[in-house]
């Protein structure tokens, strides 16, 4: 086993609390330390991290935007100081109101003299939302509603003159100059057709809601139709009037009819549409498009059901036709991610493939012949972050250093001259990259470390300047008994090795014996998406409030453990992919093997291992409790998927096939089916307003237990969605699961 301690305290102990009034340094040391408390975590700003909202980089490389007291402020690159405020308060003022607008978000056109305000945005599912914009002219100095109502995705033309946006399920282009709106599309209707926008699934799984793109040079929008007419619906009830509302949207769950999909281009001046030619089939995904730097070529991504082929076709726009560039395929399935980039002289792309097993950047030109691999190793590119087009420069994050981190590192179109960017040691890297590469802002954590964010030059990494260091948060969290956060690595009895992390009391007695609650969330990754629970930043791979209740539960004398199975990101394809058709199985297998080493220790109890987790990690805990119903003490499953059947066509299906041609992978691992094993104490979590994961799964689990005569626990939580958030709610439940791991672990 090899151990990498971060002991918080130490590592926080130069920016520890400042003196009071006659304490001396030796006092100071021998002041008690503060407990954590729920209320601290969930309810008080206590350990809000800082960052630098609203920020913007602007045309000219040596400025950024942010948003600062209501008033839109230009930054220096160099020294960060404010040089003039775009637009005041003020300035954001309607005739006859009382106040200036709440704006809650902004973009420029693109000789930045009009600038597009967001207000009163009002969140729909997990990417999308829609808001009322206004229309702000700097020379003017006039603010003018966008339209009527709120509107989706309000996006300039790139010549500043348009700007074209979504309702009700339709495209609309409104004409700057004159404010005249004119209608892309008519046809849309709620829970039918849709124009400019995603569906459901596409939005959760492919990671987009916008459905519309402005071509380079103004004269064209492609935009996306999703006919959802045949996709069954899901029927969501909304407690709190005398009859329950119904809210139906349509969710096509594992094996029945998706929306059949289709791209259009409309030319703005001759108002005529024109049908892109995506093929005969219409079971069939789209995931991403975009322009080409050809003009009138439009690059479609088609990707089969079973996800494991992926064709570049390359459309021309005056006619609909379309040809094959690229073709990708895998055993299991093809990524989809933002990586593909069309080169200046519209010659060549750049694209990743895990061809050979790690996710990797590889140049074709316009026919899609190869030219070269760019990056080789075993490591994969989780994202791109910049092109110089003038070096032939690519900027990437990758996971070079290590499995558990991030950062950014520079390779020329030639597959020569690799360089990392990032500072060198350890932790995650989070970049935004100047449109012409020259700067960076870059959000830097590690393990129990709160972010810092920071200006740096592109094509060295040079600090520039520290935008925000959460100094006063690492002072907070220092006044805190904190327990002792450790990486560690150990081998399963397949010889498999795996990486996880440890939490141990402040006060920790290796001659005592600990009980140990296990955290999992245990699901695949997919595209750039991380969703590893071991990661070298603040929160370990969990979020700072779920970092700080577990070092809460070290204060009660648990030992707090996170193991990342077979299935997760940053190791490669083979590893990430054993998962591939059986989800549930090796999974499980491997928080088995965790809890077994960990059992193993000197120092903890075998006899009482809890585990936790949420959504996937529901699911995990799940199974965990009914399949190694002998390794764990008791359990909290938070919005599990019980069955995948229950699950949308898109994730499930990428993962286990359809339910019509792999039955087994679908039920052999479903907790429903193993619930007359369950030995331990658990309890069910679930928000009764769930659209991603229904609470249909949650009562079938319930069903399932019932006929099985099994005692459990359930909390349900009326109209509140996956995250079950909102007011007390987080208070709330992190309270009933600290009891319930106090009562029974």
Not at 245 to 254: L, Q
Not at 308 to 325: F, P, Y
Not at 687 to 715: C, E, M, P, R
Request: charged share 20%.
């Amino acid at each position: 086993m090899r151990l990498r301690f971060f002991v918080l305290a130490a590592l926080l102990a130069a920016n520890g609390p400042a003196l009071l009034p006659g304490l001396t340094p030796t006092a100071v040391r021998a002041q008690q330390k503060l407990p954590l408390t729920l209320e601290d975590i969930w309810a008080k700003p206590t350990f809000r991290a800082a960052s630098v909202p609203g920020f913007n980089w602007m045309n000219d490389g040596r400025y950024y935007s942010a948003l600062d007291g209501g008033s839109l402020v230009q930054h220096e690159v160099t020294t960060g100081k404010a040089v003039q405020t775009l637009v005041a308060a003020t300035e954001l003022q309607l005739p006859g109101a009382a106040k200036p607008l709440a704006v809650d978000g902004y973009t420029f056109n693109a000789n930045e003299q009009k600038i597009l305000f967001t207000t009163a945005t009002e969140p729909i599912y997990r990417h999308s939302s829609r808001s009322v914009y206004y229309v702000f002219d700097r020379g003017t100095k006039k603010l003018t509603p966008l339209s009527t109502g709120k509107q989706g995705y309000a996006t300039f033309s790139p010549n500043g003159l348009r700007v074209a946006f979504t309702r009700d399920n339709n495209v609309f282009v409104t004409d700057l100059a004159t404010m005249k709106e004119t209608a892309v599309t008519t046809n849309g209707v709620k829970n039918n057709l849709i124009n400019g926008s995603t569906d459901w699934v596409y939005e959760e799984e492919f990671g987009f809601a916008q459905g519309f793109f402005w071509s380079p040079d103004s004269k064209q929008i492609a935009f996306y139709t999703f006919d959802e007419s045949q996709v069954p619906e899901y029927d969501m009830q909304k407690w709190g009037n005398l009859y329950p509302e119904e809210y139906r949207f349509k969710y096509p769950k594992a094996g029945e009819k998706n929306s059949v999909v289709s791209v259009s281009s409309y030319d703005v001046a001759s108002g005529k549409t024109t049908k892109m030619d995506v093929g005969p089939e219409p079971d069939q995904y789209i995931p991403r498009v975009m322009w080409t730097q050809v003009p009138n070529t439009l690059s479609i991504q088609r990707l089969n059901r079973l996800q494991n082929k992926l064709e570049i076709l390359h459309g021309d726009v005056s006619t609909g036709k379309t040809r094959v560039a690229l073709t990708d395929t895998n055993p299991a399935y093809v990524e989809i991610n933002d990586d593909l980039r069309y080169l200046a002289g519209g010659k060549q792309f750049v694209f990743t493939s895990e061809k050979d097993g790690y996710q990797h950047l590889y140049l074709h030109d316009m026919s899609g012949k190869q030219v070269r691999q760019i990056t080789k190793g075993d490591w994969e590119i989780s994202a791109i972050n910049g092109f110089d087009a003038k070096t032939g420069n690519i900027y990437f994050t990758s996971t070079e250093g290590s499995a558990l981190q991030r950062h950014l590192y520079r390779i020329n179109l030639s597959g020569k001259g690799k360089q990392r960017i990032s500072e060198a040691g350890n932790g995650t890297d989070v970049v935004n990259m100047s449109p012409d590469t020259k700067y960076f802002l870059n959000t830097h954590s590690s393990a129990g470390v709160p972010s810092v964010v920071s200006l740096r030059e592109g094509s060295t990494g040079k600090l520039v300047k520290t935008l925000e260091d959460n100094a006063k948060l690492k002072q907070t969290l220092a006044q805190y008994d904190l327990g002792k956060f450790e990486f560690f690595t150990f081998k399963t009895s397949e010889g498999i090795e795996l990486n996880g992390w440890m939490i141990k009391p402040s006060n920790f007695d290796p001659a005592k014996k600990y009980p140990v609650l296990m955290h999992v969330y245990g699901g695949p990754s997919f595209g750039a998406s991380s969703t590893q629970t071991v990661l070298d930043n603040v929160g370990g791979g969990t979020a700072l409030t779920n970092y700080l209740w577990h070092h809460l539960l070290a204060e009660q004398g648990y030992i707090v453990v996170s193991v990342e199975g077979r299935g997760s990101s940053g190791r490669g394809a083979a590893f990430r992919k054993a998962t591939y058709a059986n989800l549930g199985k090796l999974e499980t297998i491997d928080q088995g093997e965790g809890a077994k080493y960990l059992g193993g220790l000197p120092y903890v109890d075998k006899a009482r291992i809890g585990i936790w987790g949420w959504s996937y990690g529901g699911y995990m805990t799940a199974l965990a409790m009914t399949k190694n119903a002998d390794l764990f003490k008791m359990g909290i499953s938070v919005a599990p998927v019980t069955n995948w059947r229950y699950y949308d066509s898109v994730y499930t299906e990428r993962y286990l096939k359809k339910p019509q041609d792999n039955p087994s992978g679908y039920d052999d691992n479903s907790p429903v089916q193993f619930a007359q094993n369950l030995k331990g104490k658990l309890l069910l979590v679930h928000g009764t307003g769930d659209d991603n994961v229904h609470f249909q799964n949650s009562i079938a689990f319930v069903d399932a237990l019932i006929k099985a005569n099994k005692d459990y626990q359930t909390l349900y939580y009326p109209n509140r969605n996956h995250g079950i958030s909102g007011g007390n709610t987080r208070l709330h439940l992190y309270r009933q699961m600290t009891n319930f791991v106090l009562q029974n672990l």
